[in-house]
């Protein structure tokens, strides 16, 4: 277990706390946080801006992670593996989350689950046929819009909401068509590899 693989850990640990923060019952149970009043029309949930700081750092943890382990040279299967899961996990959950809440389209997270599952699939059957499947500039892109959308959605898109300009919207919705099309490309790139399966 080194360095890389904990800071990958501690994203997960981060993660199960912005899930217990963002479903957690507070005003059942009589611990309902503070709300904020931006331009006496926007009401703002202190959960919500909590879990977005939080959030962030998870984010920052996803780029700490992977430039240790390449600078230490301590790239292992494990840390991939982990790190994958670690970044599907905190994206997706939130994401639900956030769909069930009212806060975003439930189309968003249909599109993008679907399409991590359909490019895991194909990573898995190219990697079993030797092939190595790099990330493309399409994914990075998406996944920066995505991380970008998801933040400015938990702090209630501000500033831009009080302008209603709604950019952590547009952010998302870039994300899902950036989303589709990478996993068009790593079809593409990798149809070899799938019809030798007998598909």
Same mark, same amino acid.
């Given at each position: 277990?080194?360095?890389?693989?904990?800071?990958?850990?501690?994203?997960?640990?981060?993660?199960?706390? !912005?899930?217990?923060?963002? %479903?957690?019952?507070?005003?059942?149970?009589?611990?309902?946080?503070?709300?904020?009043?931006?331009?006496?029309?926007?009401?703002?949930?202190?959960?919500?801006?909590?879990? &977005?700081?939080?959030?962030?750092?998870?984010?920052?943890?996803?780029?700490?992670?992977?430039?240790?382990?390449? =600078?230490?040279?301590?790239?292992?299967?494990? &840390?991939?593996?982990?790190?994958? %899961?670690?970044?599907?996990?905190?994206?997706?959950?939130?994401?639900?989350?956030?769909?069930?809440?009212?806060?975003?389209?439930?189309?968003?997270?249909?599109?993008?689950?679907? =399409?991590?599952?359909?490019?895991?699939? %194909?990573?898995?059957?190219?990697?079993?046929?030797?092939?190595?499947?790099?990330?493309?500039?399409? &994914?990075?892109?998406?996944?920066?819009?995505?991380?970008?959308?998801?933040?400015?959605?938990?702090?209630?898109?501000?500033?831009?909401?009080?302008?209603?300009?709604?950019?952590?919207? !547009?952010?998302?919705?870039?994300?899902?068509?950036?989303?589709?099309?990478? &996993? %068009?490309?790593?079809?593409?790139?990798?149809?070899?590899?799938?019809?030798?399966?007998?598909?």
């Amino acid at each position: 277990m080194n360095l890389p693989n904990k800071i990958t850990l501690s994203r997960i640990f981060l993660t199960v706390l !912005i899930i217990v923060i963002l %479903i957690f019952p507070f005003d059942a149970t009589g611990l309902s946080l503070p709300k904020l009043f931006v331009n006496e029309t926007i009401v703002v949930d202190l959960k919500y801006i909590v879990a &977005g700081v939080l959030f962030i750092i998870a984010s920052i943890t996803d780029f700490i992670d992977g430039f240790l382990a390449r =600078r230490r040279n301590a790239v292992t299967d494990f &840390g991939k593996m982990l790190d994958a %899961i670690a970044d599907k996990v905190l994206v997706n959950c939130i994401l639900v989350i956030l769909a069930a809440t009212g806060f975003i389209h439930p189309i968003i997270p249909v599109i993008i689950i679907f =399409r991590d599952t359909v490019v895991d699939s %194909i990573k898995m059957i190219a990697g079993n046929k030797g092939h190595v499947v790099a990330a493309i500039k399409c &994914g990075k892109w998406k996944t920066a819009c995505m991380m970008l959308g998801i933040t400015l959605t938990l702090f209630y898109n501000l500033p831009f909401e009080t302008w209603n300009i709604q950019v952590s919207d !547009i952010l998302l919705i870039i994300a899902c068509v950036l989303s589709v099309v990478s &996993g %068009i490309q790593y079809y593409q790139m990798n149809k070899d590899a799938i019809m030798e399966t007998g598909f």
